[in-house]
């Protein structure tokens, strides 16, 4: 998706004009308009404001393709909800809201460590089916492989 779309997108789902987007923004109706028409892309600053105000991710802004698991915990992240937030309140698409927050990282040192704290609220198989799942998963995720 490109910007101009993704921002008419998120227009829309807001339910709002674009006077109405305009002022949430701080930005003229002229400017909100040129983006839709791809005329112009909305400054780093201004994307921010945007992705801050709305609960938006920046990268989803800028078209780019959308991780769509935790690339901690591998849980999905397509619904958007469970997106986490750097301390400014900025969307990180990268990683749920569990594994994230506060600007930083909350799980264990260990793959193995981290598999005991998050198997009691995994509820799709026996312990052991969900740990081996996890060990072959887990080790392919980008937190992991650093
Ligand atoms: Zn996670």
New binding site residues.
């Given amino acids: 998706m490109e910007p101009k779309d993704a921002l008419l997108e998120l227009r829309k789902k807001q339910g709002l004009s674009q006077d109405e987007m305009a002022a949430k923004l701080f930005v003229t109706r002229q400017a909100v308009s040129r983006w839709e028409n791809g005329e112009t892309v909305p400054n780093t600053d201004t994307l921010k404001v945007i992705a801050k105000t709305f609960g938006a991710s920046i990268n989803t802004l800028l078209g780019q393709p959308r991780n769509l698991i935790?690339q901690?915990?591998g849980?999905p992240l397509e619904d958007g909800e469970n997106y986490s937030k750097e301390a400014d309140g900025v969307v990180n698409d990268q990683?749920?809201k569990?594994?994230y927050y506060d600007g930083g990282f909350h799980v264990a040192q260990t793959v193995d460590q981290f598999i005991e704290d998050i198997l009691p609220h995994q509820s799709w198989g026996t312990p052991d089916e969900i740990r081996a799942f996890l060990r072959k998963q887990l080790p392919q995720l980008a937190y992991w492989q650093k």
């Fill in positions: 935790c901690v915990c849980m990683y749920c569990w594994c």
